[in-house]
């Protein structure tokens, strides 16, 4: 591997590890930037020998005279323009980073060149349009600025950031929009990644039957998913795994289940292998990436619009709290999360009433991105599917509330205004299956008593969250205080018996001591 030249290890990378991942009309660009571009000036160089400074020298050569000539091209410039010398770089530093990770290479030498602007290309300014927004009234546009790029992503969650550094890493100039000052949506704060077949199940010798893990979800959604979609997720999920890792340097701690599952649930960590969620160790890593790759992540500046021509998407409209300007691009991608801050939309898609629910998530999920499709005439599938998370208790304000943990996480017995067991609780961290049973009661109660409460504090908590801070397979001492913080709100009812609690939360008395009474006959004889 000393005597490797950059040619060598190019021509490797490119047939090797970029080819099987890329369209062909990528691989033959690719192909061409290093036969005519990069090997006749860098190729005989030992790959370990490569510096940043001849990386730099061929950037600006090519720059000035890095144009072939031809009789048709005689009046042009003499230097390759500088999208294309931004392309040569995304090649060098994807081959690069390949090699760091084959261990040819300890750093990658193309950190640290300067690039040449991004063109801004003229162009004209569509005329003003009219386009409902998800408030469903008429938006008119009269953009300051027009921009330019391949491809314009609308929103920065797990989707989006995996759409624009992908975009990235095949040599687009891409610009993703976040309406919120912060990056990553209601993805940051996920545990984990979804994925079969990834590097960590090769090396732990683990192999998932993909049909069978289709299958398996099309039942759990009752064969509602589309399967053509699905299958093509779960096929490409462990290749997306490698990607994340080998190529965007995102950090995977391991493969666990979730309870009832496969392997698959790709945990994260940093660079001191302490577990981390997607924002820090996904959305954080691949924004980088972008960035490094000549593109751009652009926070509070909102997309307001499609700019359209005919039945044609040309570019989106945007606000950056101080103006609104345009974007014209090859491509869009809607990404920008659901409908679940939008009322009007979420009653008349999930048929729930928006009072019952609550949104764990950031905000900013108004729904417009399914709007614009819409009016594109784009067809929705299954809009009315919601995706639940835990339960939630009077008061908690976040998912991670320590009352929401001590109480919704835990198997613990819930009665429904009845005072009658609705839902089995060894259920409990089936967030679909809880969220259901308890959208069929009218109220829902969890009951524990002071024994389960003694035993949490000095003994165990049943269901942890260590990344959260609460502990795992350890008593939780701070569990008594926050009960009495919890009463002392007015968010948990105490009292010394059972007709005492059920006058106090407003339930039948006889429905619920009959269903404690009956609950704990099956604990004390084992059923």
């Known amino acids: 591997s000393d ?7 190019l021509d490797i990378w490119l047939e090797h590890y970029a080819r099987p991942v890329m369209r ?3 691989y033959n660009n690719y192909e061409t930037l290093i036969r005519l571009h990069i090997k006749p000036y860098i190729g005989n160089v030992k790959l370990n020998k490569l510096t940043t400074l001849q990386i730099q020298k061929l950037y600006n050569k090519l720059l000035s005279e890095g144009r072939f000539d031809r009789p048709e091209a005689r009046d042009q410039p003499k230097g390759l323009s500088s999208k294309t010398v931004r392309n040569i770089h995304t090649v060098i530093h994807s081959a690069c980073e390949k090699a760091i990770v084959e261990r040819l290479l300890a750093v990658n030498p193309t950190k640290g060149c300067r690039l040449p602007k991004k063109e801004r290309t003229e162009m004209k300014v569509l005329p003003p349009e009219k386009l409902a927004d998800s408030s469903g009234e008429s938006t008119s546009h009269n953009p300051s600025r027009t921009e330019s790029c391949d491809i314009v992503v609308v929103g920065s969650g797990m989707a989006g950031i995996c759409a624009g550094a992908r975009a990235a890493d095949l040599g687009a100039h891409v610009i993703v929009l976040e309406q919120n000052s912060s990056l990553g949506g209601t993805s940051t704060v996920a545990e984990g990644v979804a994925g079969v077949n990834s590097y960590i199940h090769v090396r732990d ?9 289709v299958n398996r979800v099309e039942e759990y959604c009752h064969w509602g998913a589309n399967k053509d979609v699905l299958t093509r997720f779960v096929t ?12 965007c340097g995102v950090r995977f701690a391991a493969a666990t289940s979730f309870p009832g599952s496969y392997p698959a649930w790709h945990l994260l960590c940093d660079e001191e ?7 820090p160790g996904v959305i954080e890593p691949l924004a980088a990436f972008i960035g490094d790759h000549g593109g751009e992540v652009r926070p509070d500046n909102r997309a307001t619009g499609l700019i359209t021509e005919g039945d044609a998407v040309k570019g989106v409209y945007v606000s950056d709290g101080a103006d609104e300007y345009a974007i014209e691009a090859d491509a869009v991608i809607l990404a920008t999360g659901g409908y679940s801050d939008n009322q009007e939309m979420f009653e008349s898609y999930s048929r729930i009433p928006f ?3 609550y949104g764990w998530g950031i905000p900013g999920r108004n729904g417009d991105g399914i709007t614009w499709a819409e009016q ?3 067809m929705l599938h299954n809009a009315g599917t919601v995706m639940f998370a835990a339960s939630r208790v009077s008061g908690a304000t976040m998912l991670a509330d320590k009352l929401n943990m001590l109480i919704s996480f835990q198997c613990m017995l819930r009665v429904n205004d009845k005072g009658r067991r609705f839902f089995n609780e060894s259920m409990c961290m089936d967030f679909t299956t809880i969220s259901n049973a308890i959208l069929a009661q009218v109220g829902t109660f969890a009951l524990f008593d002071q024994a389960w409460l003694d035993s949490v504090a000095d003994e165990l908590l049943p269901v942890g969250w260590e990344l959260y801070g609460f502990p795992e397979n350890a008593p939780w001492p701070e569990a008594r205080d926050v009960v009495d913080e919890a009463v002392a709100a007015g968010n948990l009812v105490k009292a010394d018996t059972l007709e005492q609690l059920a006058e106090q939360l407003g339930i039948d008395a006889a429905g619920l001591k009959e269903t404690v009474e009956r ?6 004889s084992g059923v």
């Not at 005597?3 to 290890?9: A, K, L, R, Y």
């Open 24 to 26: 062909a009309t990528t």
């Open 273 to 279: 292998g302490k577990q981390v969620t997607i924002g």
């Open 355 to 357: 009072d019952r629910v």
């Open 3 to 9: 005597q490797m030249t950059t040619g060598e290890w």
């Open 236 to 247: 490409e999920s462990g290749a997306t795994i490698d990607w994340l890792h080998d190529t």
């Open 519 to 524: 609950y704990n006959s099956f604990i004390e």
């Open 205 to 213: 010798g683990i192999e998932i039957n993909v049909n069978e893990a």
């Open 376 to 378: 594109m005439g784009a």
